[in-house]
C-alpha cells in the first residue's frame, strides 16, 4: 500500500507515465474523466498531454491498453490540438494495437483511426494505414485493410482518397494468408460501389478466379450509388442535410449519381508506362525504309505500345514527325491507319501531354480525308477525336478553318463532322472569336453542292446551336432562309450530349445554365410570358444595356429565350402602290397631293404636315418603308429648294427616331442622303439622319453603307463630309462592332484622292480610329508614300496618350444590330475581342515556304548548315512580317535547337520565337504546348545571357497568348519538379510576376504547388527566396486552405516549415484583380495599344485594352457611379505633393523620443508596435494614398510608391527633408524585407536622397543617423554582390552628409556581428575612412579602436582576416611604425601575417602610388577635417614620377626614416595652392645647399600667371607650370597649356623652354596615359573637354617640333616614351566617337612626322629602334602599333642619305645589335609578320650602302659582338655591296673612329697586344698591363682583341673585363670632379647601394631638392645639355633608360654631387666622406629642412 499511496498523490499526466502498470491505468482512467469534462477543445489542459497520447495508445499492459484507447479516443474527439498527434497516434495504433488478439482493442483502434479522419486528418490516417499493409504480421495488414473499407464506406471516396489504395489492391491478392486476401477482396469490392469500372483496369492482371469471384460479387451490387454517412467536421451542413433525407427517405437524385461517377477517372488510376526506350532501335529506319513491309514491322511495334491506356511523359516529337509522315505522305493506306491508330494510342495515353504536337498533326489528318477507303477515314477519325481531347477548339480552329475552301468534297465533309464532335464535348461556352469564324465556313457549306457537305454542315450547325445555345449561334444565321433553319434546328434536337442527355435548341445545356446564375439580370428584362414584340421593344430602349460586341449582326435582346427569326430584324421590300396605301392610311390626303408639286411653297406645306403627322403618329404603327418611299417620290432626292429638302432630311430623322426603321427603310434613303451630306445647306441635315439611322439599324452598318455610297459617286465634297461624319459618330457612339476591314479600302482611296478636303478627312478619320485601336491601325498603310506617312503618324501623335471619350448615343433597336446578350454571354466574347483589331491585320502562311530541306538543314549535324537554317527561318518570317499560324514543321525544328549544344544557336532560336510571337499574333496560342514550353526549359541554361534571351522570349509569347495556355496541363509542374536552380529560380520570379494581375487562373496550377514547396526547401537560396515569394501569388488564386491541405503528404519537419511560411503568406497575400467595369467606365479606358504589357486577365491581355461601345452610364444605375467618382477623386489626389511640410515636426519628433514618450528606433527585428507608430507619425506628414501604398500588404505597391518618391524628390527636396527621419525610418523597415526587387529600389533612392542632401549641403542629425545607419550596415553583409556594392556606395555619400568620426563607431559595431560578409564589409569601410580621413577617425581612440580591428587578424574567415589586414595597413601608411604600439599584443602567427602584408602593400606602393587631383588631396590629408568628402578607394592612375621615385628611395631603402619628416615633406610637395601663393624667389645654385642656407628675402608680388615678365624666376616658374601639365584636372592642365603654348609662339620668348624640354615631354606624355587610361573610361567627364585637353596638348608639341634647336633636346628616352603616347593616340578607337576625332587623328598623324624630321636624328631613330623591339617582346600589344612603328623607322630610312652625317652610328648600331640579340634571326622569322625583319635588313643595308666598310668602324660600343648576329651580318652586306666609297665628307673623331693616317699593320698591332698582355699576366705589371690596354682602346676602337683573349682561361677574360671597367669609372668620376650642372644620364652607382648610413643624407638631399623645387629656389636648367655625350667612356654603355629611369637620376644628382664635393675638399683622406660621420650630415639637413618649413609656413 505504501507503493500506492506515493503515485496516488501525484497528477493525471505524471500517473500516465509511471512506471506501475497499476498507476498508468489509474492515470488513464482520470484522464478519460478529465477529457469527457473538459468543455473548451481549445483550453490549454489539452496541451499537456500531446506527447502522451502516442503512449497511451502503445501501452505494453494489455488491460491498461483498453483505457488508455478510450482516453485516446476522448482526446481526439474533443481536443482542438488533436491533430498534430496524427502521425505518431496512428503508427502507434497499426504496430501495437491491430496486432492485439482483444478484439474490443482492435475496434477502439480502429475508431480512433477513423476520428482522425473526421477531424480533417485522412491523408495521414490513410499514409499510415498503407504503411501498414507492408508490416510481415498478417493481422496487422487484415486490420488495415478492414479499417481502409471502414473509412470509405463511411466517408466516401472524395474524403478518402482511393488511387493510392488501389495502386496497392493486386498486392494484397497475392498473399499467402487467406484472411489478407479475403480481406481486400471485400475492400476491392467497397472501391467498386463508389467508382464503378474504373476499378476494371488496375486489377486486370490479379488471378483469373479471384477476378471472376469479384465479378460475381459486383454483379450482386445495387445500382444505387453509396452514399456518405459520416461527415468531416467542416461538413456539418451535409450531415444535417443527409439526417433530414433520412427522416424523410429521400433518394439521391441524377445529379448525385453523375457528380460520383465523375469524381474519379479510370486513367488516374492506372500506372504511367515509359515506351521511348521500349521501342525498337532501328524504328526511325524501318519508318523510313521503301519496303512497305519493314515500314509496316515499325508501325505494328509501336501500335502495341501505344495500346497502354496510360503513358509517361517524354519527348514524343520524333516519333509523332514520323508517324505524321506516313499519314500525309506514305501511299499504302494499311500504313496510314496503322500510323493513324498509333496517334490515337499516343494521345489517349498522353492525354494533355500530346496537347503539343495536335497542331502539327491535325492539318495532315484533315488533308488525309481525302482517302475515300472506310477503314483509312474511321482510322483517321478516331486519331483527330482522340488528338482534340488533348487540346482545345479555340487551338484548333485555324486548321479546321484552311481546310472548310477545300475543293475536295470528303475533306469539307469529314472536316465539318469532326466540328460538331468536338463541339459535343466542349464543356465551356466558345467564345465569340471562335464560333464567328466556324459558323461562317459552315454557312458556305450549307449551300454546297455535294449534298454530304451540306447534311455534314447542318449537323455541325445544329451541335453548336444545342451546346453552347440558340441565343449564342442566332446572330450568324440571319441570312440563311428558314428551310435551312429548320434543317439545323431539326438536327440540334437530334444532337446527343456526351453524359447520354439530348440537347434543346433553347439553349438549356449545362454549360449554359452553369453560366446563368453568375450575371445579374438586366436592369429592365422583361418577363418570360411577354409578347415577342413587346419584349424586344423594352429591351431595346436605352436603360437596358448596349451591345456587348459591337458585330453588324447578334441576337434578340434580354433574358428572354425567344427566337431570332422576329420579322423587326429584316423586312420584305413593298411596292410603291403598297407604300401609297399604308401612307394614306396615316398622312392627310392634302399632303399626298402636294408632295410632287411644281410650286415649291406647297411641296413646304406638304412637308410641315408631314411632320406633324410623323410627330403624332404611335410607334408601333408607324410604316417606316412606306413614308420613306413617299419621301423618295419625285422630285424626291433631287428636290431643287433648300427649305423643301431639310425638312425632308429631318423628317427621314424623325422616322428613324419614332418609328420602327429598318434596314430596308433605310436602303431607301441613304443614296439620297450621301448625296446630301456634301451640302453646304442641307448636310447637317442629312448627317443628323445618318446618326438617327445609326441609333436604330447600328452604327457599323449604316458606316459601311455610307461610306461605300459615298466612294462609288465622284463627288469629293459628299466623300469628304462621308468621312468627317462617320469620325464625329465613331466618337459619339464608340467603336463597338465597327468593320475596320470594311474601311480600309475605301480610306485608301481617300488617301490617294486629289482633293485635299478627302485626304484631310480620312487622316482625320484615321486619328479616331487610332484613339480606339492604337498601334496595330498603322499597319494597314506603311507601303503608303513617306509624306503621307508623316502626316497620319503627325494625326496619330495627336491622340497619342489620350483616352476614348464615353459613348453619348447608342443603338436602341433590334433592326441588325448587336443587343444586350446578357451578362452570361459576356467573358467570352471579351476573350475574343481583344484579338479583333490583330485578326483584322492581312497574314501570310508560310506553311508551303518550310520546305523539307530547310527543315533538314535545321537539323544537320554541322553547326553552320544548322546557322543557315535558322537564318533562312528568319528571313522567311521578316519578310512575311505577319503570318498565320500554320508554320508546318518548324516547331519542331525550333523546339530541337532550344536544346543546342551551341548556345550561339539557342540564342539565335530564341531571336527567332521572339520574332515568331511579333509576326503570328494570339494565333501563338496553339503552339505554347510545343514551343513555348521548351523555352521554359532554356530558363535552364547556365549561362546568365541565354536564360535573359528565354526570359524576354517568354515574355513576348506571354504577351501575345496570354497565361491560360501556359497554365494549362501538367507541362509546368514538371518544368519545375527539375532540380535545375536557374530553371527554379526564373520560373519562379516569373509567376510569381504574371499571377498577380490574372482574375482566374486554371485548375491545373494545383498541380505546381507540391514543386513549390519542394523549392522552399530547396538547397539554392536563391531558389527558396523566390519560392517565398510566389507563395503569397499561388495562395490568391488557390486559397489557404488548398494550399494548406497540400502540405498533408509533406514530410514532417519540411511540413511545419511550409506551413508557417503559409501563414506568413496568408498575411501579405494580394487580393485579386477586379474585375472590369460593365458600365461606361470601360469606355474611358486606355486605348488597346497603351496597355497591352499589363496582363490583367486569365489570357494575360489588359483588359482596359478593350474599348466598349454603347455601354450607358445608366446600366448599373447609382451604384456605378460611385466607385467611378471615387477613382477619379484617387487620380486627383495623386497629383498632390506626396510630403507634407509642417514646420518643427522634425524637432517635435525629436524631442519626444528624448523624452521617451515614443519608442526609441532601436530593434533587432521590427515588432508591430514600431510599424504602428512610425505609421502614425507618417500620418501627418505623408499623403494618405503614399501612407496606403507604404504599408500595404503587396510589395509590388511598395516599388510603386518608392518610384513616385524618385520622381519627386527634386521637386519636393525641401519636404523630403522635413520628413526625412520618418522616411529613413521607413527604409529600415525594408532592409528587413526578404524581396530583392523592393531592396534594389531601396537602395536606388537612398543614392539620389544622399546625393540631394549634399547638394542642398545638408547635414543629418544624431538622431536620423542612429535611426538608419545601424540598420544600413546590416545590409553590408548582404550575399548578393550588387547590393553590397549599393551599400558601399550609399556610405560613401553618407561621410558627405554625416562626419566620417561619428560612422565609424557604427562600423565597428559591425564588425562584431554574426554575419562573416558584414565583419570583412566593415572593416574594408574602417580602412577606407582611415585613409580617407586620417586617424582622427577612430573613435573613441585610436589605439582602442586597432585592437578591436586587429583581434579580426585571427579571423576564421579569410575575407575578414584580409579586410583587417588591408585596415591595419591603411593606419600603418598613415602613422608608420606607430602602428605596432596601437595594435598591442598579437599572437605570433597574427603578427607574421601582418608584417607580410606591410612588407607587400609596401612594394605595391612603391610600383603603383596613386595619384590624385588637388582638391582631393587636400581633403584625404586634412586630418583635422574628418567630416570632409570619404574618398573611396580611388582608382589606380599613372603614376606621378616624381613621387615614384622618392618613394622608391624611402619605403624600399630606408624604412626608419623619422616620421614627422616624411610627413611633413609630403604635404608641402602636395600642397599646390600654398605653391600658388608663394611670391617668386631667387635661383640658387645647386652646389650652394651644402654652404650655409640664407633664405632669400621673398619679393611682395603675387605669381604671374603668364610670362609677360621674365625675372631671375623664369626657371622656377616654367617648372610649376610644367608640373601642372600633368595635372589630373583636366582645366588645370588646359591653363599650363595655354601658358607654355603663348610662350612657344613667340620666337624672342622661346628660348626660356631651353633646359625644360625633357621636362616639359614627360609631362606631356605622362598626361596622355593619364587621359587613355582615366579620363577615355570615365563616363562623367565630358568629351568635349578631352578634345579640347588633346587639341592643347598636340597644339603644343607642334608648336615645339616646330623649332629644331628646342626639339634637338630631347632625350632619347623620353621620345620613346612620347612616340609611345602619340601612336597609342592614334591606334584609340575611342578617339573617333569624339567629335571631330579624324581631325585629332590627322593632327597626331602631322606631329609624328615633325618629331621625326626635327628630333635628334640619333636619339628619334634609336628611340624607334628601342620602341620596336619593346613592342614585339610584349605580346599583349597591338599588331598596328608595331606596323606603325616600322612606319616611322622606314620614314627614317628613307631620310638616311641627307642624315648620315649627324647620326652617331655607334650608338645606332648598338641598339641594332640589343635588338638582334633579344630577335635573332630564326626568332624574328618566327613572328606572324616578315615585316619586322626586312625593316630592320633595310636599315642595315641603307648604312653599309652609304657608309660602305667603314661601318664596321662602328662596333665600338658593343661589349661583346658574338651576342649578336650583327658583324657578320654587316660583313656579309659590305661583301656584297664591295668596296664602294663612303661618304665625300670625312667625319669627326667622335663620330667615325679613328682617322685612316692612324691605322696600323696587323703585324705591329699583334706586337703591341702581345706585350700589353704578357704586363697583364705578371703579377708586378699587371695595373701597368691594364692600364696601356685601356688606352690603346681608346686610341685604337676598332682594335681586335679577341684573339689574345680566346685560348685564356674564363675566369682571366673576367679579371680583364673587370680591370678596364674600374678603370673607366676612376677616369670618369675625375671628369665628374668641376663645379657643373651637367647630370650623367646613368643611374647610381650599385656598391652605394648597401650602405645605408651613408644614403640616408642622400635622401634628404633628394627631398630638399623636391621642395626646392616647390618653393620656386630649384633651377633646373641645363639638365640633358649637349656635353653629355663627350663625356661618356667609349667603353661604356649609353643609357637607353626611359624617361622614369632619367627622373630617377636626376634624383641621385644631389646624393652624387655631396660625395664629389668631399673628395675635392678633402686633401688628407681620399676616404674622408666615407668616414665622416652620417649623424652630423643628417642634422645639419633636419635643421636646413625646418627652417624652410617654418620659412614657408610665415
Request: hydrophobic residues 40%.
Amino acid at each position: 500500500m505504501g507503493d500506492d499511496s506515493e503515485w496516488m498523490k501525484l497528477p493525471i499526466d505524471q500517473k500516465c507515465e509511471h512506471k506501475v502498470w497499476k498507476a498508468r491505468l489509474n492515470g488513464y482512467e482520470e484522464a478519460l474523466k478529465l477529457f469527457q469534462r473538459i468543455e473548451d477543445e481549445k483550453s490549454p489542459e489539452w496541451g499537456k498531454y500531446l506527447g502522451l497520447i502516442k503512449k497511451f495508445v502503445t501501452e505494453s499492459n494489455a488491460v491498461a491498453q483498453l483505457k488508455g484507447l478510450e482516453a485516446a479516443m476522448a482526446f481526439i474527439e474533443n481536443a482542438h490540438v488533436a491533430g498534430k498527434t496524427v502521425g505518431e497516434v496512428v503508427s502507434g495504433v497499426v504496430t501495437k494495437v491491430f496486432n492485439q488478439p482483444k478484439a474490443k482493442a482492435k475496434e477502439l483502434g480502429t475508431d480512433i483511426c477513423l476520428m482522425y479522419i473526421e477531424i480533417e486528418k485522412a491523408e495521414v490516417v490513410q499514409d499510415e494505414l498503407i504503411k501498414g499493409l507492408d508490416n510481415k504480421n498478417p493481422k496487422i495488414v487484415v486490420a488495415c485493410l478492414e479499417t481502409l473499407r471502414k473509412g470509405l464506406s463511411e466517408f466516401g471516396s472524395k474524403i478518402v482518397t482511393l488511387k493510392p489504395v488501389v495502386k496497392i489492391l493486386p498486392k494484397q491478392f497475392e498473399s499467402r494468408e487467406k484472411a489478407v486476401r479475403d480481406e481486400a477482396k471485400q475492400l476491392a469490392i467497397e472501391i467498386y460501389k463508389w467508382i464503378r469500372d474504373a476499378l476494371r483496369p488496375p486489377l486486370q492482371n490479379i488471378n483469373s478466379v479471384q477476378l471472376k469471384e469479384l465479378e460475381e460479387e459486383w454483379v450482386k451490387l445495387p445500382t444505387a450509388p453509396p452514399k456518405q454517412t459520416r461527415f468531416l467536421r467542416s461538413q456539418q451542413d451535409m450531415k444535417a442535410k443527409f439526417e433530414q433525407q433520412q427522416a424523410q427517405g429521400d433518394q439521391s437524385d441524377g445529379e448525385d449519381v453523375e457528380e460520383t461517377a465523375a469524381a474519379v477517372d479510370p486513367y488516374e488510376l492506372l500506372e504511367a508506362v515509359e515506351i521511348l526506350s521500349k521501342m525498337p532501335k532501328d524504328f526511325y529506319e524501318k519508318i523510313e525504309s521503301k519496303k512497305w513491309q519493314e515500314r509496316k514491322e515499325a508501325l505494328e511495334a509501336v501500335e502495341a505500345l501505344a495500346k497502354n491506356p496510360k503513358l509517361e511523359n517524354g519527348d514524343y516529337g520524333d516519333l509523332v514527325r514520323a508517324l505524321k509522315k506516313v499519314v500525309g505522305k506514305d501511299a499504302n493506306v494499311m500504313l496510314v491507319s496503322m500510323a493513324a491508330k498509333c496517334l490515337a494510342g499516343l494521345a489517349t495515353g498522353l492525354r494533355k501531354k500530346f496537347g503539343q504536337y495536335a497542331g502539327q498533326v491535325v492539318p495532315t489528318i484533315l488533308e488525309k480525308f481525302k482517302e475515300k477507303k472506310p477503314q483509312v477515314v474511321q482510322a483517321l477519325q478516331e486519331a483527330i477525336d482522340a488528338i482534340f481531347l488533348t487540346t482545345t477548339l479555340q487551338n484548333l480552329s485555324e486548321d479546321i478553318l484552311a481546310v472548310m475552301d477545300n475543293k475536295n468534297p470528303s475533306i469539307k465533309q469529314q472536316a465539318s463532322l469532326f466540328l460538331a464532335r468536338s463541339i459535343r464535348h466542349c464543356t465551356q461556352a466558345l467564345p465569340k472569336s471562335v464560333l464567328k469564324p466556324l459558323c461562317a465556313a459552315l454557312i458556305k457549306q450549307v449551300n454546297d453542292s455535294a449534298p454530304e457537305v451540306r447534311d455534314a454542315a447542318f449537323e455541325a450547325l445544329g451541335t453548336a446551336m444545342c451546346t453552347v445555345g440558340e441565343k449564342a449561334v442566332n446572330p450568324f444565321l440571319a441570312d440563311l432562309d428558314k428551310l435551312k433553319l429548320d434543317k439545323i434546328k431539326e438536327c440540334a434536337d437530334k444532337v446527343e450530349l456526351p453524359g447520354g442527355k439530348k440537347g434543346t435548341s433553347g439553349g438549356g445545356t449545362a454549360a449554359e445554365k452553369k453560366l446563368v446564375p453568375k450575371a445579374p439580370a438586366p436592369a429592365e428584362a422583361p418577363p418570360k410570358s411577354a409578347p415577342p414584340k413587346k419584349s424586344t421593344v423594352s429591351a431595346s430602349k436605352p436603360s437596358a444595356g448596349a451591345p456587348k460586341k459591337g458585330k453588324p449582326t447578334a441576337a434578340a435582346a434580354g433574358k428572354a429565350k425567344k427566337s431570332s427569326d422576329t420579322k423587326e430584324i429584316t423586312e420584305s421590300e413593298l411596292s410603291l402602290e403598297a407604300c401609297e396605301d399604308l401612307a394614306r392610311g396615316v398622312l392627310p390626303a392634302s399632303c399626298l397631293q402636294q408632295l410632287d408639286s411644281a410650286n415649291w411653297k406647297e411641296r413646304l406645306a406638304s412637308m410641315e404636315d408631314f411632320q406633324r403627322a410623323v410627330e403624332t403618329m404611335d410607334k408601333a404603327d408607324m410604316p417606316c418603308q412606306a413614308l420613306v418611299r413617299m419621301l423618295a417620290k419625285k422630285p424626291g432626292w433631287k428636290e431643287t429648294n433648300f427649305q423643301v429638302m431639310q425638312m425632308k432630311l429631318h423628317i427621314v430623322a424623325l422616322i428613324a427616331q419614332r418609328g420602327q426603321f429598318s434596314k430596308m427603310s433605310a436602303s431607301v434613303v441613304l443614296d439620297g442622303l450621301v448625296d446630301k451630306v456634301g451640302d453646304i445647306k442641307c448636310g447637317g441635315n442629312a448627317k443628323e439622319a445618318l446618326t438617327a439611322i445609326g441609333e436604330t439599324c447600328s452604327l457599323p452598318w449604316t458606316a459601311e453603307q455610307v461610306v461605300s455610297l459615298a466612294f462609288g459617286q465622284k463627288n469629293p465634297k459628299n466623300q469628304a463630309e462621308s468621312l468627317n461624319w462617320l469620325a464625329n459618330a465613331i466618337k459619339e457612339f464608340g467603336f463597338t462592332g465597327i468593320n475596320v476591314k470594311a474601311f480600309i479600302s475605301n480610306v485608301k482611296t481617300a488617301l490617294g484622292a486629289t482633293n485635299p478636303a478627302v485626304r484631310t478627312a480620312a487622316i482625320t478619320l484615321l486619328g479616331v480610329m487610332y484613339l480606339y485601336m492604337g498601334a496595330p491601325l498603322r499597319m494597314f498603310f506603311e507601303d503608303e508614300k513617306p509624306a503621307l506617312l508623316s502626316q497620319i503618324d503627325a494625326e496619330f501623335e495627336k491622340t497619342q496618350g489620350q483616352t476614348p471619350p464615353a459613348p453619348t448615343r447608342f443603338t436602341k433597336k433590334g433592326g441588325g444590330a448587336v443587343e444586350e446578350e446578357g451578362d452570361d454571354a459576356e467573358e467570352p466574347e471579351e476573350d475574343g475581342s481583344k484579338q479583333d483589331i490583330m485578326d483584322l491585320l492581312p497574314r501570310t502562311d508560310i506553311g508551303d515556304k518550310i520546305t523539307s530541306d530547310l527543315v533538314s538543314k535545321i537539323g544537320d549535324k554541322n553547326w553552320k548548315i544548322r546557322k543557315e537554317g535558322l537564318d533562312e527561318t528568319a528571313a522567311i518570317i521578316s519578310e512575311a512580317k505577319f503570318v498565320t499560324a500554320n508554320i508546318g514543321d518548324l516547331p519542331l525544328c525550333l523546339k530541337a535547337r532550344l536544346s543546342d549544344s551551341n548556345k550561339i544557336l539557342v540564342q539565335q532560336t530564341l531571336s527567332i520565337l521572339q520574332q515568331l510571337a511579333t509576326a503570328m499574333g494570339p494565333g501563338l496560342k496553339q503552339h505554347v504546348k510545343a514551343l513555348g514550353i521548351p523555352v521554359i526549359t532554356v530558363l535552364g541554361d547556365s549561362k546568365a545571357n541565354v536564360r535573359t534571351a528565354a526570359m524576354a522570349t517568354l515574355q513576348a509569347w506571354v504577351e501575345q497568348t496570354g497565361m491560360k495556355e501556359w497554365l494549362e496541363g501538367e507541362e509546368l509542374s514538371e518544368e519545375l519538379k527539375k532540380e535545375n536552380p536557374f530553371l527554379r529560380q526564373e520560373l519562379l520570379g516569373w509567376l510569381a510576376e504574371k499571377l498577380p494581375a490574372l482574375r482566374t487562373v486554371p485548375g491545373d496550377l494545383m498541380l505546381c504547388v507540391p514543386q513549390l514547396y519542394a523549392c522552399l526547401g530547396d538547397r539554392n537560396g536563391e531558389v527558396r527566396k523566390k519560392a517565398q515569394d510566389a507563395l503569397p501569388m499561388f495562395m490568391m488564386h488557390l486559397g489557404y486552405d488548398k494550399m494548406n491541405k497540400a502540405t498533408s503528404k509533406l514530410k514532417s519537419a519540411s511540413k511545419d516549415q511550409v506551413v508557417a511560411m503559409l501563414e506568413k503568406a496568408r498575411a501579405v497575400m494580394p487580393d485579386k484583380p477586379a474585375p472590369p467595369p460593365k458600365a461606361a467606365g470601360k469606355e474611358t479606358s486606355r486605348a488597346p495599344s497603351a496597355s497591352r504589357c499589363q496582363p490583367d486577365e486569365v489570357d494575360g491581355k489588359p483588359e482596359p485594352k478593350k474599348v466598349k461601345g454603347g455601354a450607358p452610364a445608366a446600366r448599373k444605375g447609382p451604384a456605378a457611379k460611385k466607385p467611378l467618382g471615387k477613382a477619379v477623386k484617387d487620380e486627383e489626389d495623386k497629383s498632390g505633393p506626396i510630403f507634407i511640410l509642417i514646420p518643427n515636426a522634425k524637432e517635435q519628433r525629436i524631442k519626444e523620443e528624448k523624452q521617451l514618450k515614443i519608442l526609441k528606433w532601436n530593434f533587432i527585428t521590427p515588432r508591430d508596435e514600431y510599424v504602428e507608430q512610425l505609421k502614425t507619425q507618417m500620418t501627418t506628414c505623408f499623403s494618405k494614398w503614399l501612407l496606403d501604398e507604404l504599408f500595404h500588404l503587396d510589395f509590388q505597391r511598395h516599388v510603386k510608391a518608392i518610384g513616385v518618391m524618385i520622381e519627386r524628390l527634386e521637386s519636393e527636396s525641401e519636404a523630403t527633408i522635413s520628413c526625412l527621419d520618418l522616411i529613413l525610418k521607413w527604409f529600415t523597415l525594408r532592409f528587413f524585407d526578404t524581396n530583392t526587387t523592393v531592396l534594389m529600389k531601396v537602395l536606388e533612392y537612398l543614392k539620389l536622397l544622399f546625393s540631394m542632401l549634399n547638394c542642398e549641403n545638408y547635414h543629418l542629425t544624431e538622431y536620423e543617423a542612429n535611426s538608419f545607419v545601424p540598420y544600413l550596415i546590416l545590409k553590408v553583409g548582404e550575399s548578393k554582390d550588387v547590393v553590397r556594392k549599393d551599400v558601399r556606395a550609399i556610405l560613401g555619400m553618407l561621410c558627405k552628409v554625416y562626419p566620417a568620426s561619428k560612422v565609424f563607431p557604427f562600423l565597428m559595431e559591425g564588425t562584431k556581428s554574426k554575419n562573416s560578409k558584414q565583419r570583412a564589409e566593415c572593416l574594408e569601410e574602417l580602412g577606407c575612412l582611415i585613409e580617407g580621413f586620417g586617424m582622427n577617425v577612430c573613435q573613441p581612440t585610436p589605439a582602442k579602436s586597432l585592437k578591436e580591428i586587429a583581434i579580426h587578424i585571427g579571423d576564421r574567415d579569410t575575407s575578414v582576416r584580409n579586410a583587417a589586414l588591408n585596415t591595419v595597413v591603411a593606419v600603418y601608411n598613415v602613422c608608420g611604425d606607430q602602428v605596432y604600439k596601437l595594435i598591442g599584443n598579437l599572437s605570433e602567427k597574427d603578427m607574421s601575417m601582418l608584417e607580410e602584408r606591410i612588407k607587400r602593400s609596401a612594394k605595391k606602393t612603391v610600383a603603383a602610388p596613386a595619384k590624385q587631383s588637388a582638391p582631393e588631396r587636400t581633403q584625404r590629408e586634412n586630418p583635422a577635417n574628418p567630416n570632409g568628402t570619404f574618398l573611396r578607394k580611388p582608382a589606380q592612375e599613372d603614376p606621378n614620377k616624381l613621387n615614384q621615385s622618392r618613394q622608391n628611395a624611402h619605403h624600399s631603402d630606408h624604412p626608419s626614416i623619422p616620421k614627422e619628416f616624411q610627413l611633413d615633406l609630403d604635404m608641402i610637395e602636395m600642397d599646390k595652392k600654398n605653391v600658388c601663393e608663394l611670391p617668386d624667389l631667387v635661383q640658387f645654385k645647386l652646389d650652394e645647399l651644402l654652404e650655409p642656407v640664407m633664405i632669400p628675402e621673398p619679393k611682395m608680388r603675387p605669381v604671374s600667371p603668364h610670362f609677360d615678365d621674365l625675372h631671375n624666376s623664369t626657371a622656377s616658374t616654367i617648372n610649376f607650370v610644367i608640373s601642372q601639365v600633368a595635372s589630373g584636372d583636366i582645366n588645370t592642365s588646359i591653363q599650363a597649356l595655354a601658358q607654355i603654348d603663348e610662350v612657344l609662339r613667340q620666337e624672342d620668348k622661346a628660348e626660356v623652354m631651353s633646359g625644360h624640354i625633357d621636362q616639359f615631354l614627360i609631362a606631356t606624355f605622362m598626361q596622355l596615359r593619364l587621359i587613355y587610361n582615366t579620363h577615355m573610361a570615365d563616363d562623367r567627364l565630358d568629351k568635349k573637354d578631352i578634345f579640347k585637353l588633346y587639341s592643347c596638348i598636340i597644339g603644343n608639341m607642334l608648336s615645339l617640333f616646330s623649332m629644331e634647336s628646342l626639339a634637338r633636346e630631347a632625350s632619347m628616352g623620353v621620345l620613346k616614351d612620347l612616340m609611345h603616347g602619340l601612336i597609342t593616340l592614334m591606334l584609340d578607337g575611342r578617339v573617333e566617337d569624339i567629335e571631330e576625332g579624324q581631325q585629332l587623328i590627322r593632327s597626331v598623324n602631322l606631329l609624328v612626322v615633325k618629331v621625326l624630321e626635327k628630333s635628334d636624328q640619333t636619339n628619334i631613330l634609336s628611340a624607334l629602334l628601342v620602341l620596336l623591339q619593346d613592342s614585339l617582346v610584349t605580346s599583349a600589344g597591338s599588331p598596328m602599333f608595331s606596323e606603325l612603328v616600322m612606319k616611322c623607322l622606314w620614314r627614317m630610312i628613307r631620310f638616311l642619305p641627307e642624315t648620315i652625317n649627324s647620326i652617331n652610328l655607334d650608338r645606332i648600331l648598338l641598339d641594332a645589335h640589343n635588338f638582334m640579340k633579344v630577335f635573332p634571326k630564326e626568332k624574328l622569322k618566327q613572328l606572324k609578320s616578315d615585316v619586322p625583319h626586312r625593316t630592320l635588313k633595310t636599315l642595315l643595308h641603307t648604312l653599309c650602302k652609304l657608309m660602305g666598310a667603314k661601318i664596321l668602324d662602328h662596333l665600338s660600343m658593343i661589349e661583346n659582338r658574338n651576342e649578336s648576329e650583327l658583324e657578320a651580318h654587316l660583313r656579309r652586306v659590305v661583301k656584297h655591296c664591295g668596296n664602294q666609297s663612303g661618304p665625300k665628307s670625312d667625319r669627326g673623331n667622335e663620330k667615325s673612329g679613328l682617322r685612316a693616317d692612324d691605322r696600323m699593320s696587323k703585324a705591329k698591332v699583334s706586337d703591341i697586344l702581345s706585350e700589353i698582355f704578357k704586363k697583364i699576366g705578371s703579377k708586378e705589371n699587371t695595373k701597368e698591363g691594364l692600364t696601356e690596354l685601356y688606352e690603346y682602346k681608346l686610341k685604337y676602337s676598332d682594335a681586335d682583341v679577341e684573339p689574345f683573349l680566346k685560348n685564356t682561361s674564363q675566369f682571366f677574360q673576367s679579371y680583364v673585363e673587370r680591370g678596364l671597367r674600374m678603370i673607366e669609372s676612376e677616369r670618369e668620376a675625375k671628369t665628374r670632379i668641376q663645379p657643373s650642372s651637367v647630370i650623367p644620364q646613368h643611374s647610381v652607382d650599385s656598391t652605394l647601394g648597401s650602405h645605408n648610413e651613408e644614403l640616408k643624407p642622400a635622401v634628404y638631399y633628394e627631398r630638399l631638392k623636391i621642395l626646392r623645387q616647390r618653393q620656386g629656389l630649384e633651377n633646373t636648367r641645363g639638365i640633358g645639355g649637349d656635353d653629355e655625350p663627350q663625356q661618356r667612356s667609349l667603353l661604356s654603355k649609353p643609357s637607353v633608360a626611359s624617361s622614369t629611369d632619367m627622373l630617377q637620376s636626376k634624383l641621385s644628382q644631389l646624393k652624387e654631387t655631396r660625395e664629389l664635393y668631399q673628395q675635392e675638399h678633402n686633401s688628407h683622406s681620399p676616404t674622408h666622406a666615407r668616414s665622416s660621420s652620417p649623424a652630423a650630415n643628417l642634422d645639419d639637413l633636419k635643421k636646413r629642412l625646418e627652417r624652410i618649413k617654418n620659412n614657408s609656413r610665415q
